[in-house]
C-alpha cells in the first residue's frame, strides 16, 4: 500500500495496555473493511504493549506503526500530536487503547466529516444517542460532568459545536491543524486542538463502555494538569505567572506581617519571607507556567540556579530600597513592599521567558528521543 492511499489513520495512544491490543485490532480491521486505513500505535508503555503490537503487525492485512517513545513527553496528548504527526491519510481518527471507545464508528466519524465538510468530529457521550456508561463511579461522572460544564462555559464560542470536549474520542482533518501551535500536556488534547484553532465541529454519539482489561492512568495529578491546561488556553503564560506571582506576594506579605506581629525586626522579617517565596515560586512556576518549556531549557539545576540567583538579587536590592523608603520617608513598609514588588514583577517575567526558559541549542529537541519502527507489515 503506497503512501497517496491511505484515507484514515487510526491513532492509539497506549501506556501499559498489553492485554487490550489484539482485540482492538481486530476489531478495527472488521470496523474498517473497505476503508484505506492505517493504525499507528504511540507507546509510551514499560510493560508488554509494544511486543503485541509488533505481533498484531506482523498478522494484520492492516499497516500498523509503532511509535516507542522513550521519553513521554506531554504524556497522552504529547502521544496523540505523535501520532497525528506521523499520519498519512487525509483522516486522523484518535482513540484510546483500552475498547472503551468502539471502532465500529471510525468509518461513521470519517463519513460524517466528508459528508458535511467538517474538520472535526466528536464522538459525544452528551449527544442523543451518546452515554457514559464505562466511567466508573459517582465520583467520576460529577468530575467529568464539572469538567464539561466549566470547559464549555469558558469557551462558549470555540466549542460552540461540541459538547464532550473531554472525549479522547474524534476524527480530524489533517490538514485543518497546524499541529505547531499545541502545547500538549495532560490527557485533553481535543479540548487543546479546537480552544487554539477556530475549526468547524460535528458531533455523532457513542456509548463510552467499559474498559476490555487491564486499568485507567487517570488520576488526581491528571485533575490539576487539566486546570493548569484550561488557565493557559483561557488566559496564556503571563496570566499564570502574574496569578503565582499575586500568590507569592500574599503569601510574602502575610509572613512578613505575621512576623513582625510577634515582633521580629521589619528586615528580617523580610528576609524570611522573601525566601520562603523564591523557593516556592520557582516550584509554582516549574509545575504550571513554564511546564511545555522545560524539556527543550536547559538543566533544572541551571534553571533553580538562574531563577533563585535572579530573584535573590532582586530580593536584595528591593530590600535595600526599602530600607532607604523606611527610613528616609514616612512610608509604611507594608506599603512600600507592594510597590516595589509591583515593579519587580515585570522585570521577573522578561527575565524568566528570555533566559531561564530559553530554549538550549545544545539540547537535543524533544521528538529525537523517539523511536519510529518502520511499518511492521508485508502490504507497505
Ligand atoms: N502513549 C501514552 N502515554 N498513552 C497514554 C498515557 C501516556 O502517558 N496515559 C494514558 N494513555 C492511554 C491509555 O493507555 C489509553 O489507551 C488512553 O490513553 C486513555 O487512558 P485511560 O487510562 O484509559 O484513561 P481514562 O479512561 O480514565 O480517560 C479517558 O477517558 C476520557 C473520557 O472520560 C481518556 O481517553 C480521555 O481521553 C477521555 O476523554
Ligand atoms: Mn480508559
Not at 68 to 78: E, I, K, N, P, W
Not at 104 to 126: M, T
Not at 233 to 262: C, D, E, H, P, Y
Request: net charge negative; hydrophobic share 50%; with cysteine.
Amino acid at each position: 500500500m503506497t503512501t497517496q492511499q491511505i484515507e484514515v489513520s487510526i491513532v492509539v495512544p497506549t501506556y501499559n495496555e498489553a492485554d487490550n491490543v489484539a482485540e482492538l485490532v481486530a476489531r478495527i480491521e472488521a470496523a474498517v473493511e473497505g476503508l484505506a486505513a492505517e493504525i499507528i500505535v504511540v507507546d509510551d508503555s514499560s510493560d508488554e504493549t509494544p511486543a503485541a503490537v509488533r505481533r498484531e503487525a506482523a498478522r494484520s492485512p492492516l499497516p500498523i506503526r509503532l511509535i516507542h517513545r522513550d521519553v513521554a513527553t506531554g504524556g497522552l496528548s504529547g502521544a496523540v500530536v505523535a501520532g497525528l504527526e506521523a499520519s498519512r491519510g487525509r483522516w486522523s481518527v484518535v482513540m484510546d487503547g483500552d475498547l472503551q471507545h468502539p471502532p465500529e464508528l471510525i468509518p461513521v466519524l470519517v463519513a460524517s466529516g466528508e459528508s458535511e465538510n467538517a474538520d472535526v468530529v466528536v464522538a459525544s457521550r452528551h449527544i442523543a444517542g451518546g452515554a457514559d456508561a464505562g466511567l466508573s463511579g459517582a465520583l467520576r461522572h460529577l468530575v467529568s460532568t464539572g469538567a464539561t460544564v466549566l470547559t464549555r462555559a469558558m469557551f462558549p464560542i470555540k466549542l460552540r459545536d461540541c459538547t464532550d470536549p473531554m472525549t479522547g474520542f474524534f476524527a480530524v482533518r489533517r490538514s485543518s491543524v497546524d499541529l505547531s501551535t499545541l502545547r500538549p500536556h495532560g490527557f485533553k488534547i481535543l479540548l487543546e486542538i479546537l480552544a487554539r484553532t477556530p475549526l468547524t465541529v460535528v458531533e455523532e454519539p457513542f456509548v463510552f463502555a467499559e474498559r476490555h482489561a487491564g486499568e485507567s492512568k487517570a488520576d488526581l495529578r491528571q485533575g490539576f494538569t487539566f486546570l493548569a491546561q484550561i488557565a493557559a488556553l483561557r488566559f496564556g503564560r503571563l496570566s499564570g505567572f502574574a496569578a503565582i506571582g499575586a500568590v507569592g506576594a500574599v503569601a510574602n506579605l502575610g509572613i512578613m506581617a505575621a512576623l513582625q506581629a510577634f515582633g521580629v525586626w521589619y528586615l528580617a522579617a523580610a528576609i524570611v519571607a522573601a525566601v520562603v517565596t523564591i523557593l516556592g515560586n520557582f516550584v509554582l512556576l516549574e509545575r504550571f507556567v513554564f511546564h511545555d518549556l522545560r524539556d527543550g531549557a536547559h538543566s533544572v539545576w541551571k534553571r533553580f540556579a538562574q531563577s533563585v540567583a535572579f530573584n535573590g538579587t532582586e530580593t536584595a536590592v528591593r530590600t535595600g530600597v526599602l530600607f532607604l523608603i523606611v527610613e528616609s520617608t514616612s512610608v509604611p513598609g507594608i506599603l512600600a513592599q507592594a510597590l516595589l514588588i509591583a515593579v519587580g514583577f515585570v522585570i521577573r517575567f522578561v527575565y524568566h521567558s528570555r533566559v531561564v526558559y530559553k530554549p538550549d541549542r545544545t539540547t537535543s529537541p524533544a521528538p529525537s528521543a523517539s523511536r519510529v519502527d518502520g511499518t511492521l507489515t508485508a502490504t507497505d
